[in-house]
């Protein structure tokens, strides 16, 4: 009893896992084996950094930001290794089981199962295995002794040894002749050659069971109803009539969705649903049999455990053709259910009208006579199925063998796929696909392999192939993929057009149909269709967003995605449009970056979070890209990360070092060098150096720049370059700008003043500035003035102008602690002087604000120091004072020599008598 227990509580944990994982395919992921990705790539799109206002001169500092598109890829299906194992464990031990059962069968019938399982053996091609010769019948003779043996035994002379000694010796002996077949074979791992072959054992025990229980539905629910009518006295004979027609229209209905001969329009289910109602009811309908009649191959408890462990071979044999996409198994397990059902089930419901019509109405137990006699049931209605079954595969065109062969042929091409041995997989899948059309895996497989084998030619020719005769959704994307990267754009674009009109509202079809539209100027088509799909999916929504910014239309729709590709591109376009994005997406970002594994995305993620200003001392920051540049995994984008340092650089202020780095990309990366060159040129034009950045701008057009617009115009002009000025203008269509026509005179002033501030003398840029006329302009010069001259103005004259500036813009309480307190050694002063020109805590990061200059001089007592801080500054900055300051301190340091080079090259833009007056002064 308490075997009995254990046994039904083992088979009812292996029929529910075994009905899960079937239900988990039939229902959520019908075509586990198709392996479609999506495979990220970058893209770049130039953002507004910073905003530069020069009088009536403006133009962004534009820096690239990264936009993450996904392409959907149709990748090689995963090799499921240890699910092949797992099946192959199940069916071995449900062989074991079946083969201990049988021993307790009849005479007659114990022979009948002997010469199955003899028929299924052989029919399990076990003899590729190799042993003593090709084919050679070897394997099949060790797995007949490893079980024939004890089978025999056990029927003629152990018929009283209990059921578990037996299921032990049976589960020795097989392990036995498998080790053996494992350690003779000559063949490549020969394991998984089992494995996979254990489908067709798994297979036949199957479908034996769905055989046997051809009318279990009817039979089952005939028995409920006559329970039910006890005493009652319905009219169940009308209610089981209707059933049967339902019941059997269903059946023929979905035989004829596997013919294909319903309108597309119309589909069925499939027909593997049928396999759990025909369990539930063909265990009512066994429970009843074995009652009734004594005409029983076994024992009622080995007939009853025999009924669980084929439902439950049933179902997992469902979860492994699933799994392996043995689509011809799977259609050769669906069409042989139905034939079996409807075969079955009608010459079961004509016995049962001619033989109960007159008793099963009368309210009494006619279900107990249901099988009485045994052997009416037995020959008339087995018999009458089987011709049913064989008219049906007639009607069909013997479909069903064609699918055998099929089935037959993928569970070899799995096995050499599994191995690697590609060759080998691609014959017999394209030998599969052409047997048996509807094998969607097999010619998928077939081309992936070509590519592989690198025959490009032959594996579009199958893809085109299966496109003409059996379009799927892989072979597609596949097809459009190697196109794409044949440059063959169009007819990619034709594929998947077509592809879109077989599968309509297919993600993956729409989406890479709208990236290659963007690539042939059709960016409305590209939008519209991604915007028609009302989809949640996150790779779409993601790329609509990227494509949006990409197309210069970016919006801010904050995301309902978490995952980090969304994010990036939702952060990018709050990039584009100059918005200081939301802090808890930049921190979710950055937690996320901290755990990726993907270089792609963490060079694009911190570019993108570094893509503003941001004045807070970078050294961090810059020591941590550091370290990511050092891994051995972002190589490919060390000069990205590089990049990345400079652009935080740049945000905290520090002019020197971007400008040199900037200058260093472009020497190492000479591809890019327009692109560094002229981010630099921006960045000197900025700071008022408009010679400097002019020779950048001709550097950069030298390795191939061509982006010159408005600006660069004037930046030429107030280098003094005018005739650079009308060559680009001449050359590349240079607008000119608006300010050339404007009759307020104010204008060529403040140009003349602006092109040489940092040459010019604090007194002679006060004088005029004072000379200048009542405008905008008038304020612009004050405020430079007090940023870039205050260590060259008294205190009365700072007061002077913050007053004019507090009058024309409004209280400046920062400005008016510093000219309130012009000392340069003053902590307080020099703090207020930083925050209200926003500039950066470190006192020499731009060599432009001379007055921080002087104060990090001023704050240093050494005059080594002093020279190595103003050296470094004049490098970049004219300032007079601040090369009078360089000689002082070069003569201090004892370097003379250095003095009087400093001293040669300031008479190139200071005249005699201004130079011998600051050379008097006592700085």
């Known amino acids: 009893m308490k075997t009995s227990k254990a046994f039904k509580i083992l088979a009812l944990l292996f029929i529910v896992s075994g009905g899960l994982f079937a239900l988990n395919y039939l229902i959520f992921d019908a075509q586990p084996y198709v392996n479609i990705q999506a495979g990220s790539f970058l ?143 000559s063949i490549d791992s020969p394991a998984i050659y089992l494995a996979e072959h254990s489908l067709m054992i798994g297979f036949g025990l199957a479908l034996t069971w769905v055989f046997w229980n051809g009318h279990g539905v009817l039979s089952g629910i005939y028995i409920l109803l006559a329970r039910a009518n006890r005493n009652l006295n319905l009219n169940i004979s009308v209610q089981i009539s209707i059933i049967a027609l339902l019941y059997l229209g269903t059946v023929f209905y979905i035989l004829l969705d596997l013919q294909r001969e319903l309108h597309p329009s119309f589909t069925a289910f499939s027909a593997l649903f049928l396999l759990i109602p025909i369990g539930i009811f063909g265990w009512i309908s066994i429970g009843e049999k ?118 037959t042929s993928n569970i070899l091409a799995d096995y050499y796929y599994l191995i690697d041995k590609k060759l080998e997989a691609s014959i017999l899948y394209e030998n599969a696909w052409l047997r048996y059309r509807k094998n969607p895996k097999a010619k998928f497989l077939t081309a992936k392999l070509l590519f592989d084998l690198k025959q490009p030619t032959l594996a579009k020719q199958n893809l085109e192939e299966s496109f003409t005769e059996a379009p799927q959704v892989d072979n597609i994307l596949l097809l459009s993929e190697r196109l794409h990267q044949e440059n063959k754009v169009f007819e990619a674009i034709y594929y998947l057009e077509k592809g879109l009109e077989i599968f309509p509202d297919t993600p993956q079809l729409i989406n890479n149909l709208s990236l290659i539209y963007t690539k042939v100027n059709k960016s409305t088509e590209a939008l519209d269709l991604m915007r028609k799909l009302d989809t949640d999916q996150p790779v ?41 994005p939301p802090e808890e997406l930049a921190n979710s970002i950055q937690e996320k970056l901290l755990t990726e594994t993907s270089p792609m995305l963490i060079n694009a993620g911190w570019r993108n979070l570094m893509s503003e200003i941001n004045r807070n001392d970078p050294s961090s920051d810059l020591a941590f890209l550091d370290s990511l540049g050092q891994i051995t995994e972002m190589t490919d984008y060390l000069m990205s990360m590089q990049e990345t340092a400079v652009i935080r650089s740049m945000a905290a202020g520090r002019v020197t070092e971007a400008v040199k780095n900037l200058n260093g990309l472009a020497f190492r990366n000479p591809n890019d060098a327009a692109y560094y060159l002229q981010l630099s040129g921006s960045i000197l034009a900025q700071n008022l150096d408009f010679r400097k950045a002019a020779n950048e701008f001709i550097a950069a057009e030298d390795k191939g720049f061509q982006g010159f617009s408005t600006h660069h115009w004037s930046i030429f002009g107030l280098a003094g370059m005018p005739e650079k000025a009308v060559e680009i203008r001449d050359k590349y269509q240079v607008r000119l700008p608006a300010y050339v026509s404007n009759e307020d005179n104010t204008i060529p002033e403040y140009l003349q003043i602006i092109g040489r501030f940092h040459e010019s ?73 930083i925050s209200w020109i926003k500039a950066s805590d470190d006192l020499t990061a731009n060599p432009y604000l001379s007055p921080l200059i002087i104060s990090a001089v001023e704050i240093n007592t050494d005059p080594l120091d002093q020279y190595e801080i103003l050296n470094n500054a004049t490098e970049f900055n004219h300032d007079p004072i601040l090369w009078i300051r360089k000689i002082k301190a070069a003569k201090e340091a004892g370097l003379d020599n250095y003095a009087d080079e400093s001293l040669e090259i300031i008479k190139q833009w200071v005249e005699p008598d201004e130079l011998e007056a600051l050379l008097n002064r006592n700085y």
């Open 43 to 185: 893209d770049t799109i130039a953002i507004p950094f910073d905003w530069v206002q020069i009088g009536p001169i403006s133009f962004p500092i534009k820096v690239d930001n990264y936009l993450v598109f996904q392409e959907f890829k149709a990748l090689a299906p995963e090799l499921h290794v240890k699910e092949s194992y797992v099946y192959a464990g199940i069916v071995w031990l449900g062989a074991v089981s079946v083969l201990t059962l049988l021993t307790e069968f009849k005479k007659t019938y114990f022979i009948i199962g002997g010469i199955l399982w003899i028929a299924l053996l052989t029919l399990s091609n076990f003899n590729g295995l190799n042993i003593g010769g090709q084919s050679a019948n070897y394997p099949l003779l060790i797995l007949l002794s490893g079980s024939l043996l004890p089978l025999i035994y056990f029927h003629l002379w152990g018929q009283n040894i209990h059921l578990a000694i037996k299921w032990l010796v049976f589960f020795a002996g097989t392990f036995a002749a498998l080790a053996i077949l494992v350690s003779l074979s």
């Open 290 to 407: 074995v009652n009734q009649s004594d005409q029983l191959v076994s024992r009622p408890a080995v007939i009853k455990a025999l009924h669980l462990i084929g439902f439950g071979l049933a179902l997992w044999l469902v979860w492994k053709l699933k799994l392996s996409g043995n689509q011809p198994g799977e259609e050769l397990y669906k069409h042989l259910l139905v034939y079996s059902q409807l075969g079955f089930s009608l010459f079961f419901f004509i016995y049962l009208m001619a033989n109960f019509m007159s008793v099963m109405n009368s309210g009494k137990s006619v279900e107990t006579i249901l099988y009485k006699p045994y052997s009416l049931v037995y020959y008339h209605v087995r018999i009458g199925g089987l011709i049913a079954i064989l008219v049906l595969m007639t009607y069909a065109g013997g479909i069903v063998g064609v699918q055998a062969n099929g089935m």
């Open 540 to 580: 779409l929504n993601s790329n609509l967003s990227a494509l949006q910014t990409k197309l210069g239309q970016p919006e801010i729709n904050p995301s309902s995605n978490s995952d980090l590709i969304s994010q990036l591109n939702e952060l990018a376009s709050s990039n584009a449009l100059a918005n200081i």
């Open 761 to 833: 003398s604090a007194e002679t840029l006060l004088s005029q500035w004072r000379a200048l006329g009542e405008n905008a302009l008038k304020t612009d010069i004050a405020i430079r003035l007090i940023a870039y001259k205050a260590h060259g103005l008294s205190k009365e004259n700072l007061k002077e102008i913050g007053n004019f500036i507090s009058d024309r813009i409004g209280p400046q309480p920062e400005m008016e602690t510093f000219v309130n307190n012009p000392d340069l050694k003053n902590i307080d002063a020099i703090n207020a002087f």
